[in-house]
């Protein structure tokens, strides 16, 4: 099992910025994909921006050039740099990790980022 517990969340007016941590309870040796999800009051969870390997990303194309993913790996956290922050990006945003050897995914408990117009 891996624990997950996300930070940084908040609320800032649109074109603003926020950092969201998520620190793992294992090592990133022992994980083979991590990454953010969100999710919007009536909406389905929705990917955001994921490490798919050790060093290849993934974004959604709605926060391509706003959105930065990075991690440190000394640190067992994966961060999630957001700019320019848009009303349409209020939703809770969740860290998940996929274990290597069971391919399992865990979550956190999510943290609310909500940007007022």
């Known amino acids: 099992q891996v624990q997950l517990v996300e930070s940084g969340g908040g609320l800032v007016q649109a074109g603003g910025s926020l950092r969201l941590s998520c620190v793992a309870s294992?090592?990133?040796?022992?994980?083979?994909?991590m990454g953010w999800y969100r999710q919007a009051p009536g909406k389905q969870r929705e990917l955001v921006a994921t490490?798919?390997?050790?060093?290849?990303?993934r974004y959604a194309d709605s926060v391509k050039g706003r959105f930065t993913i990075s991690k440190d790996s000394t640190k067992n956290t994966v961060y999630l740099q957001m700019i320019s922050l848009k009303p349409e990006d209020t939703a809770v945003y969740y860290c998940?990790?996929?274990?290597?050897?069971?391919?399992?995914?865990?979550w956190g408990p999510g943290t609310q980022v909500t940007v007022s117009s």
């Open positions: 294992r090592s990133f040796s022992s994980i083979n994909a």
């Open positions: 998940y990790a996929r274990l290597s050897a069971t391919r399992r995914d865990y």
């Open positions: 490490f798919t390997t050790a060093t290849i990303t």
